[in-house]
């Protein structure tokens, strides 16, 4: 933990995790929602996740470079109000039923997200001792778990209806002119959960406005460049933190956003249970949070993030290869094992950075176009294949890279080049 007059300002930093984690994980519910309501393909509606971490890619360096000029608070501030405003727009977007609307929402809240996270999660990183910087990370991404448990289970219940209909009910539906009504119905179920998210947001902001955040002063925080440079991959852990985070969080949001399709299909499992099921899933993922930090303790973070990675591989295999219950259950088990993935490749890819820091972080939050891509080929080949189950060999493959990084890609080389 840090010091006493960093204690404060590190617990409010720690609510931004909560918030965040709000929108990744809130797409596991849309995206079958959104696929009702729009009458959508996997592959488009895996749409939706590519318009959140294609917002990640687009504004990370631009919020780096902002926190580099303007400070952490300000930084802040501008994330909230952006993803305030992504969350007004979803009013529009249901009442007109229009999916690029609802895309151009995710978007823009996805950009607030980003420079929270930019800021975020290099700020709790160095608010204390260089030596426990991977513990006081995952300390705060706990708070990322809790928004992952909150937000299927708000998802769940306040936006799935339960009313599942099949393809020949739709089309009788909509020969007697009810399809619309049905449709229409649904989607405004989106509006009220969406408003009151905005309306928290926009409260948390001025609670920041009125709180006074010092900037963090030591080698790894005040001394940062002011320009954009690629030169930070001349350093091997960072070039292969990018490329782990990248998979990783493509092998996250695969698991979690086609869940509730993944049970129907292996196990005939309705949509609404389906979405419960995710959310206890997700607090095995916030207790892997807390239990990762305490692991630490004994076990070095990379060592236990490869141990992780090998168990995620064979869990995936499982709900690959088997069907009914089993698969389901073997999925539900794997966000446990993800859960300090993204805090400890993050922690081990901007250690020893000293000056350039922050644009390492913007590079680490720039991968997160991982979870764009991810969805989208697995998308594809369910679409083509006709099983959403086959489609995920993609997390496997995610899994491999991050394997990699935690036995050899995270190592701090004694050569490495200057980047002064």
């Not at 360096?61 to 802040?76: E, V």
């Not at 992952?148 to 089309?171: K, M, N, Q, R, Y």
């Not at 991959?233 to 969080?249: D, G, S």
């Not at 949001?253 to 997700?282: C, Q």
């Amino acid at each position: 933990m840090p010091k006493n007059k960093l204690l404060f300002p590190f617990i409010l930093i720690c609510t931004l995790f909560f918030l965040w984690a709000f929108l990744h994980n809130i797409n596991g519910i849309l995206i079958p929602h959104l696929k009702k309501v729009c009458q959508l393909t996997d592959t488009q509606s895996s749409l939706i996740d590519f318009a959140v971490y294609f917002g990640y890619f687009v504004i990370a360096i631009p919020a780096g470079l902002f926190s580099h000029r303007f400070g952490y608070k300000k930084g802040i501030l501008c994330g909230l109000f952006l993803f305030a405003l992504g969350a007004l727009l979803f009013f529009p977007a249901a009442s007109e039923r229009n999916f690029i609307l609802f895309l151009v929402a995710l978007f823009v809240a996805a950009s607030g997200a980003t420079f929270l996270e930019t800021v975020a999660n290099p700020y709790a990183a160095i608010m204390g001792p260089p030596e426990n910087s991977e513990q006081r990370l995952n300390f705060a991404q706990s708070f990322n778990g809790l928004g992952a448990v909150v937000a299927p289970l708000i998802g769940t219940h306040f936006i799935l209806s339960g009313i599942e209909h099949s393809p020949a009910e739709l089309d009788a539906m909509k020969a007697h002119g009810e399809l619309g009504a049905y449709l229409q119905q649904e989607a405004n179920s989106l509006k009220g959960p969406y408003l009151i998210i905005a309306g928290v947001l926009i409260l948390v902001a001025i609670i920041f406005i009125f709180t006074k955040l010092p900037e963090v002063t030591g080698s790894s925080a005040d001394a940062h460049g002011s320009e954009f440079s690629f030169k930070v991959f001349r350093i091997p852990h960072v070039r292969w933190a990018v490329v782990a985070e990248f998979f990783y969080v493509g092998a996250q949001v695969g698991v979690t956003s086609f869940f509730v399709r993944f049970a129907r299909y292996t196990a005939g499992i309705p949509e609404r249970e389906a979405g419960d099921m995710l959310a206890k899933a997700m607090i095995g993922f916030m207790a892997g949070r807390f239990l990762g930090t305490f692991f630490m303790r004994y076990i070095r973070p990379a060592r236990l993030l490869s141990l992780y990675a090998t168990i995620n591989i064979g869990l995936l295999l499982i709900a690959l290869l088997a069907h009914g219950e089993i698969a389901v259950y073997a999925m539900m088990a794997i966000p446990f094992f993800l859960s300090i993935m993204f805090p400890t490749i993050f922690a081990l890819g901007i250690k020893d950075l000293g000056e350039e820091t922050k644009l390492a972080s913007s590079f680490l939050v720039m991968s997160i176009i991982g979870g764009a891509f991810t969805p989208l080929m697995m998308g594809l080949i369910s679409d083509r294949t006709g099983s959403i189950q086959i489609a995920y060999i993609m997390p496997v493959v995610c899994m491999a890279f991050i394997l990699y990084f935690g036995l050899r890609g995270h190592r701090i080389t004694n050569t490495q080049p200057a980047i002064a």
